[in-house]
Nanobody, 126 residues
Framework: QVQLVESGGGLVQTGGSLRLSCAAS????????MGWFRQAPGKEREFVAA????????YYAASVKGRFTISRDNAKNTVDLQMNSLKPEDTALYYC???????????????????WGQGTQVTVSS
């Protein structure tokens, strides 16, 4: 079992930066791939970024590649999302998720994740 709590969201101007953090409880965090997803009002949830269990492989949605960076610290049971050059279209509720499988790769489909946080709101003003 993995419990996830996101933090770090807020209101920022276009071009600004935010760093989201996800704190995980449970002994299996370090053996699971992790991902960030987001959902804007009236839209479906979409993949943002993923990192494998060991942290040496990452994968990004085309819309955020080059602007966002996912990282993890298995000693601290955390996974972060550094977001730079933010745009109004990045406005959404951001979720952290832990993969269902152990020692997996970077997953981009939400059905590949078994555990989800409650989300943290990111709002980018124009």
């Amino acid at each position: 079992q993995v419990q996830l709590v996101e933090s770090g969201g807020g209101l920022v101007q276009t071009g600004g930066s935010l760093r989201l953090s996800c704190a995980a409880s449970g002994r299996t965090f370090s053996s699971r791939a992790m991902g960030w997803f987001r959902q804007a009002p009236g839209k479906e949830r979409e993949f943002v970024a993923a990192i494998n269990w060991s942290g040496d492989d990452t994968y990004y949605a085309a819309s955020v590649k080059g602007r966002f960076t996912i990282s993890r610290d298995n000693a601290k049971n955390t996974v972060d999302l550094q977001m730079n050059s933010l745009k109004p279209e990045d406005t959404a509720l951001y979720y952290c998720a832990a993969a269902a499988a152990y020692y997996g790769r970077t997953y981009s489909r939400d059905y590949e994740y078994a555990y989800w946080g409650q989300g943290t709101q990111v709002t980018v003003s124009s």
